[in-house]
């Protein structure tokens, strides 16, 4: 049985700022899927975070910010661990964690 990736553009709405969550810049913010959605990540708001487009590039390409990066800060917005965040998305994603 394949595992529906959850969507939800309500969500990605939501999260939706005008400033990078990693740099602070404010010009040309982008969302961006922390684990892809190629890979059924999926729109919930500990898997989106908001990148300029430096930094949506950099991530996309393996570097600063990782994808452990991302999920640091997006653990710390939601206001829980990087594990809890980590977890979340599994489970989000169809894994038993
Ligand atoms: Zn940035
Ligand atoms: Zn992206």
Known sequence: MKHKRIT???TIQEVRSQICEVCGN???IEPHHI???GSGGGDIR???IQLCTQCHINTHSGQYPTKEDCLKIVAEREGITYDEAYAINRRAMGYDV
């Open 46 to 48: 500990e898997n989106l």
């Open 26 to 28: 404010r010009t040309t």
């Open 8 to 10: 939800s553009r309500k």
């Open 35 to 37: 684990n892809t959605r």
